[in-house]
């Protein structure tokens, strides 16, 4: 699990407001914890949002 989180990290797709985050050991406070997202471009947002059946390929980019 935490080697699948530092995947993430390092190829780009964890979002924190306006910053992209690669760096594993970036800590996250209280405070930013609620605008922790994923990259838009991220295909792993791609498959969470096709999951929840809101999935629209116009915000996607078809």
Same mark, same amino acid.
């Given at each position: 699990?935490?080697? !699948?989180?530092? !995947? ?5 797709? %964890? ?7 690669? *760096?594993? !050991? ?6 930013? &914890? ?9 295909? %792993? ?7 929840? &059946?809101?999935? *629209?390929?116009? *915000?996607?980019? !078809?």
């Amino acid at each position: 699990m935490a080697s !699948a989180a530092v !995947a993430f990290a390092e190829q780009g797709h %964890i979002l924190i407001d306006p910053d992209v985050v690669t *760096d594993p !050991a970036f800590l996250v406070t209280h405070i930013m &914890e609620d605008f922790v997202t994923w990259v838009d471009s991220s295909k %792993i947002k791609g498959h969470e949002l096709e999951y929840n &059946e809101e999935r *629209d390929d116009f *915000d996607l980019g !078809a």
